[in-house]
């Protein structure tokens, strides 16, 4: 299993990124897949996930409104759109989905929110 972000980068208050996690090695259309974010100081936290055929979709509190996620499995991509930056948004984004008991996780891209 590889799951590869990217789309990360610096940006200002208000404004938009979109994440991609590509994602091999496993039948990705039969997988949930989330994001997670790490920011400095703080436990990594659950952001948003994605059913395996892309029904179904939750957020939390934090992002709602703000954030979409989306995936293309006949490109075996996993998408965050980020809109409404807020400073607090800074973190490393992970990739992650689970097979059993085993969660895997992807290197992460920084996303750094500041004017």
């Known amino acids: 299993v590889q799951l590869v972000e990217s789309g990360g980068g610096l940006v200002q208050p208000g404004g938009s990124l979109r994440l991609s996690c590509a994602a091999s090695?496993?039948?990705?259309?039969?997988?949930?897949m989330r994001w997670y974010r790490q920011a400095p100081g703080k436990e990594r936290e659950w952001v948003s996930h994605?059913?395996?055929?892309?029904?179904?979709?939750n957020y939390a509190d934090s992002v709602k409104g703000r954030f979409t996620i989306s995936r293309d499995n006949t490109k075996n991509t996993v998408s965050l759109q980020m809109n409404s930056l807020k400073p607090e948004d800074t973190a490393v984004y992970y990739c992650?989905?689970?097979?059993?008991?085993?969660?895997?996780w992807g290197k992460g891209t920084l996303v750094t929110v500041s004017s």
């Open positions: 992650n989905t689970r097979r059993g008991s085993i969660y895997y």
């Open positions: 090695g496993f039948t990705f259309s039969s997988y949930v």
């Open positions: 994605i059913s395996s055929t892309g029904d179904t979709t």
